[in-house]
């Protein structure tokens, strides 16, 4: 294993560090994703008495629905 000196000092432009960070995020998404969809697989094979609900279910069992405000989505509850 090759020793590394802790005083050396590496500079990266600025574009290109805010590009790696915004990689690293959708990586992660990704991996996150990826994660889920295998855990929703896993239990879909496994008869237990849990089940997987999607989104719009889930939402309109608890009486939620989306509307897009200014561009963004904002959930609203109807009471």
Request: glycine residues 6%; proline residues 4%; charged residues 35%.
């Amino acid at each position: 294993m090759t020793a590394h000196r802790h005083d050396e000092v590496i500079t990266i432009p600025r574009d290109e560090y805010e590009a790696l960070k915004a990689e690293v995020r959708r990586l992660r998404r990704e991996v996150g994703r990826q994660q889920a969809m295998r855990a929703i697989m896993e239990n879909a094979s496994d008869p237990s008495p849990m089940r997987t609900f999607t989104r719009d279910e889930l939402a309109a069992e608890w009486g939620i629905k989306e509307t897009s405000r200014g561009g963004r989505a904002v959930n609203v509850i109807e009471c």
